[in-house]
């Protein structure tokens, strides 16, 4: 009855704490995604971080080679960009910070492009990419991922909406010029705070215009 009392507390909690303009609080982790679940072949599965590296050669792991690597450990809320705000998701894995410091890029990148299985992408500011909450999520509430939920590896970008959080990551590129990625090419925003509401592309021209001499 007691631990009954404490579960119906902390939810309580976390649908009381503000949560961006626009978003509404749900209990529980929704499944969303496009297109099907892969299915996980550990023989066939690497990590690889390729593009403008500082060596110019491409580096791979195998996911066993990512167990020795630092891992940390998140505690943050998922923001959809179509309005679900789940909260106080505990995620488990190695900082993206680190991926950086094993294989440092050029010095005139300012992007990455996070690729994921059939072909998915997201495009990200390094500075995004490199905020001390974003890491490669292996873990979920202590239990290893669900292949729905991106097992064996997920990027997680806690202050950016979802879809700048890929499931099933297979690769980091190294990007001297921003590029779009999946969503960002078919109308959503390229930033993606949801603070700002940023969730669709004409917002940003109407952020540029806004900014132009005159208005």
């Excluded at 499944?31 to 996980?40: A, E, I, K, L, T």
């Excluded at 990551?169 to 705070?193: K, M, Q, S, V």
Aim: net charge negative; proline share 10%.
């Amino acid at each position: 009855m007691a631990s009954d009392r404490q579960g119906t507390a902390e939810a309580a909690a976390g649908a009381s704490r503000p949560v961006p303009p626009g978003q509404r609080h749900v209990h529980g982790w929704p499944v969303s995604h496009y297109g099907p679940v892969p299915r996980f072949r550990p023989e066939r599965w690497n990590l690889r971080v390729h593009g403008a590296t500082a060596d110019g050669a491409e580096h791979l792991w195998t996911f066993d080679e990512l167990a020795p690597l630092p891992h940390v450990t998140v505690v943050a809320d998922l923001h959809c960009a179509s309005g679900p705000t789940s909260t106080d998701h505990e995620w488990y894995g190695i900082p993206a910070g680190t991926v950086l410091e094993l294989v440092p890029p050029a010095p005139e990148v300012t992007h990455v492009m996070a690729w994921a299985e059939y072909g998915y992408s997201t495009n990200l500011r390094l500075a995004d990419f490199t905020a001390p909450q974003t890491l490669l999520a292996t873990h979920h509430d202590g239990e290893p991922l669900t292949a729905e939920h991106g097992f064996p590896l997920r990027l997680v970008v806690p202050h950016r909406y979802g879809y700048k959080s890929p499931k099933w990551l297979r690769a980091i590129e190294y990007l001297t010029e921003d590029r779009r990625g999946f969503w960002e090419e078919r109308g959503y925003h390229n930033i993606a705070d949801p603070w700002k509401e940023q969730r669709y592309s004409y917002q940003e021209q109407d952020a540029d215009e806004a900014q132009r001499p005159g208005r």
